[in-house]
């Protein structure tokens, strides 16, 4: 399931590639970096995830380890320093490495490191079985509100805001404790 997937996700580690030396998207690039008025940076990026500039990321594709390059994007308009909204910005990169990430086997291991199973079984048992519950409670919860709202629909009364609001925040604690109970 998508949540164990998750966990093996978290678990996993960068392994450095030695095979190849060309830069492709999905790849983990350890570069170092700097532009005008700042100091050299050294920083890991996961090359196509957006997580730093999408123009950036996608200039480092087909680059190769070792090589220092100039490379020149524009700078979002969102960008968080007001004077470098929307302008064009020269970095100087040195690429150090390429790494990948390896995800650790599923097997009964991955399921211990995960929580008190002693099996992958286990595991996916108490998965599917927090899935299910959840559910549940969300068609509970579905169910109740339309309810709710059929009763709304067939009453019409005017609620006073700080009654409205009062009741929202209940709403959002409730949902809010029954995510950190599922985790």
């Not at 998965?127 to 509970?140: G, I, Q, S």
């Amino acid at each position: 399931t998508k949540i164990i997937e998750v966990q093996r996700d978290r678990l996993s580690v960068l392994k450095e590639v030695k095979d190849r030396k060309e830069i492709k998207i999905g790849d983990f690039v350890e570069i170092e970096f700097k532009s005008e008025g700042t100091g050299k940076k050294k920083e890991t990026i996961e090359v196509g995830k957006g997580y730093f500039f999408k123009e950036f990321e996608d200039k480092l594709v087909n680059l190769l380890v070792g090589s220092e390059e100039e490379i020149s994007v524009k700078l979002p308009e969102d960008y968080h320093v007001e004077e470098l909204k929307g302008k064009e910005k020269k970095y100087s990169v040195h690429i150090i490495t390429i790494k990948e990430k390896e995800l650790p086997p599923l097997d009964d291991e991955l399921a211990k490191s995960c929580g008190d199973y002693e099996t992958l079984d286990n595991f996916r048992k108490d998965v599917a079985e927090r899935l299910k519950k959840e559910k549940e409670n969300t068609t509970e919860f579905d169910v109740k509100t339309q309810i709710v709202n059929q009763l709304i629909e067939k009453n019409p009364i005017q609620i006073p805001d700080s009654l409205a609001y009062s009741h929202k925040a209940i709403i959002i604690s409730h949902r809010y404790k029954e995510f950190e109970q599922i985790g």
